[in-house]
Nanobody, 122 residues
Framework: QVQLVESGGGLVQAGGSLRLSCAAS????????MAWFRQGPGKEREFVGY????????MYADSVKGRFTISRDNAKNTVYLQMNRLIPEDTAIYYC???????????????WGQGTQVTVSS
């Protein structure tokens, strides 16, 4: 069984920054894509971004492009989400996910973490 564990969430003032981490255990994800999704209150889970662990490329939702950056540390099987210039609309539970091919849809991913809360003050 694969386990994904997010950390790094918290309360931050608008304009501030947070870095989320997602550590994978249970099997190797060296060739898997890793993604971040988020779900605000009363909303469906939405795509934030993903990184291809085989090629190192990344893509982002338009709402976070230029503010968020995904990176990885293959030796630690860990993916990061650096969030800068946060706005209240970023408030959500943030989830990491893993799949061999990746994508931007919830159904593209096989494994999910428990989520970490990010709250941006308004």
């Amino acid at each position: 069984q694969v386990q994904l564990v997010e950390s790094g969430g918290g309360l931050v003032q608008a304009g501030g920054s947070l870095r989320l981490s997602c550590a994978a255990s249970g099997r190797s994800f060296s060739s898997n894509a890793m993604a971040w999704f988020r779900q605000g209150p009363g909303k469906e889970r939405e795509f934030v971004g993903y990184i291809d662990w085989s090629g190192g490329s990344a893509m982002y939702a338009d709402s976070v492009k230029g503010r968020f950056t995904i990176s990885r540390d293959n030796a630690k099987n860990t993916v990061y989400l650096q969030m800068n210039r946060l706005i209240p609309e970023d408030t959500a539970i943030y989830y990491c996910a893993s799949a061999p091919l990746g994508g931007r849809r919830v159904r593209d991913y096989d494994y999910w973490g428990q989520g970490t809360q990010v709250t941006v003050s308004s």
